[in-house]
């Protein structure tokens, strides 16, 4: 998951540089292809067997709500600050918190939520609601982390009987599909440069995808979503060395709550795994709950 959080970054990183030559549909769309081209050499030493599923309709649904959740996040990083986007899309978790007990019957466990509602406090220190005005980009943003927690909900239900590179590819081949019509309607000529930042955008993005798609198949999607705030690190990071956005101290205090937010979680979740064995019953449980 952390590793995710660095390639998902370096992506947004990207995509908020080629934008300003490019729009964000067309960038989508390139995203998409070339995310796929970099698994074909895994497809083909499996003989495309990954592809084998019984669950195409599912897939194809993960599609539609990623391809949505895709170009309006995309926008957003073309036209918003990149942490204050990155910072938004930390709403995320709090959905997806409440999908994982409404569809996926998990229990809902106090420190759990204890520590996403510490994320989201970070969140909220970092955006100061009142000083910073609800644009465009923060509603386009709000928008696509609520698509996301419906992908990632999709995501643990496909990981039950799907490895992680069969939820990549088909994630890419319907993503591809479905992003040529907005690309087409605003196609833009481009130059040999700006085709080699896109090679780049679909690499990070497919080494983005891969480990979270496993990382989702490790443990439940309530325990993981809090690392996922690390991402509000390594954009701050970018956007300050590229962009000249310099973080402010509201900036590194919410971030500070938020990455503690994930070691807690992170511990207890380990904490409560661990197997306890009784010998002179022969019982063992598993310390859930």
């Known amino acids: 998951m952390c590793l995710s959080t660095v390639a998902f970054s370096i992506m947004h990183g990207l995509v908020r540089f080629v934008s300003e030559v490019l729009p964000p549909?067309?960038?989508?769309?390139?995203?998409?292809?070339?995310?796929?081209?970099?698994?074909?050499?895994?497809?083909?030493?499996?003989?495309?067997?990954?592809?084998?599923?019984?669950?195409i309709g599912l897939h194809a649904l993960r599609g539609v709500i990623n391809i949505g959740a895709m170009l309006m996040f995309f926008t957003a990083l073309s036209i918003s600050p990149l942490a204050k986007v990155t910072a938004l899309s930390f709403t995320a978790p709090i959905f997806m918190a409440i999908?994982?007990?409404?569809?996926?019957?998990?229990?809902?466990?106090?420190?759990?939520?204890?520590?996403?509602?510490?994320?989201?406090?970070?969140?909220?220190?970092?955006l100061r609601p009142?000083?910073?005005?609800?644009?465009?980009?923060?509603?386009?943003?709000?928008?696509?982390?609520?698509?996301?927690?419906?992908?990632?909900?999709?995501?643990?239900?496909?990981?039950?009987?799907?490895?992680?590179l069969t939820i990549v590819a088909y994630m890419g081949i319907f993503?591809?599909?479905?992003?040529?019509?907005?690309?087409?309607?605003?196609?833009?000529?481009f130059g040999l440069e700006t085709l080699f930042w896109m090679v780049a955008i679909g690499l990070f993005g497919t080494i983005a995808q891969m480990t979270l798609s496993q990382a989702l198949k490790e443990t439940d999607p309530t325990a993981l979503m809090p690392f996922?705030?690390?991402k509000l690190i390594w954009t701050a990071i970018i956007g300050a060395w590229f962009f000249a956005e310099i973080p402010d101290l509201y900036t590194w205090l919410g971030a500070a709550v938020i990455f503690s937010s994930g070691l807690?979680?992170?511990?207890?979740?380990?904490?409560?795994?661990?197997?306890?064995?009784?010998?002179?019953?022969?019982?063992?449980w598993s310390g859930q709950d």
Not at 36 to 47: D, I
Not at 157 to 162: A, G, P, Q
């Open 25 to 55: 549909f067309q960038i989508a769309f390139f995203r998409n292809i070339f995310g796929l081209a970099f698994l074909l050499p895994l497809l083909m030493r499996s003989r495309f067997a990954v592809l084998r599923t019984q669950r």
């Open 175 to 189: 993503l591809g599909v479905f992003s040529v019509i907005p690309a087409i309607w605003v196609w833009q000529p």
């Open 99 to 126: 999908l994982a007990v409404l569809v996926l019957g998990e229990r809902f466990r106090i420190y759990r939520w204890f520590a996403i509602v510490c994320g989201f406090a970070g969140m909220l220190i970092i």
């Open 130 to 164: 009142g000083v910073v005005a609800i644009d465009t980009g923060a509603l386009l943003v709000t928008g696509a982390a609520t698509l996301w927690a419906v992908a990632m909900i999709i995501i643990k239900f496909l990981s039950r009987t799907e490895s992680s």
């Open 264 to 284: 807690f979680i992170a511990y207890r979740e380990r904490q409560s795994k661990q197997r306890v064995s009784v010998p002179d019953q022969g019982i063992t």
């Open 228 to 230: 996922d705030f690390l």
